[in-house]
């Protein structure tokens, strides 16, 4: 069951219907787990039943969320000459003194462009693939996602999710 729930002055609020078709018929302790743009809640004490099938609710919901990704962004259609986004791409580093010269933060990312006979740093923007974990980019190579689009998605910020 999937319903829209509005983040309210109180807070949120589980509908009794949401409850009742997860299996939390009884009142019982919640375990809640605040996640990077997720909310998971769960039964706090589960059987092995309930933890087995927890975890399948949770993959089969993982592998929706990368089935619309894989169709928003399309197929890898392995570049003629080669994919540009094959390897990770090193970070620029540069000592803090001279970030903090340019008056940029410690951790600042930095895009690199060149100019005539220059090359210039500046800070990046925008979220590109530099903001997405190794093990996330391995996992969307896996699965034939093209990452070039993906690296356009994430520049644009544009929403590409609705629920």
């Known amino acids: 069951m999937k319903l829209t729930l509005e983040i309210t002055k109180k807070g949120l609020r589980i509908r009794k219907e949401i409850l009742n078709a997860s299996g939390f018929h009884r009142e019982a302790a919640l375990d809640v787990r605040g996640m ?5 809640v769960m039964k706090k004490e589960m059987t092995a039943m309930e933890l087995v099938n927890a975890i399948h609710s949770l993959k089969d919901l993982a592998s929706n969320l990368l089935v619309h990704l894989a169709k928003v962004c399309g197929p890898c259609e392995h570049c003629k000459d080669g994919c540009p986004y094959e390897d990770d791409e ?5 000592p803090d003194d001279v970030l903090e010269q340019a008056g ?21 923007e925008s979220f ?36």
Do not use: W
């Not at 391995?138 to 999710?161: H, K, M, P, W």
């Open 36 to 40: 990077e743009q997720a909310i998971v």
């Open 90 to 94: 090193t970070r620029i580093h540069l």
């Open 104 to 124: 940029l933060p410690r951790k600042a990312r930095l895009d690199m462009r060149i100019g005539d006979r220059k090359v210039i740093l500046s800070e990046a």
């Open 128 to 163: 590109d693939l530099r903001d997405v974990s190794p093990e996330m980019k391995e996992l969307f190579r896996q699965t034939n996602i093209c990452l070039g689009e993906l690296d356009g998605l994430l520049a644009g910020g544009s929403v590409i999710y609705g629920g």
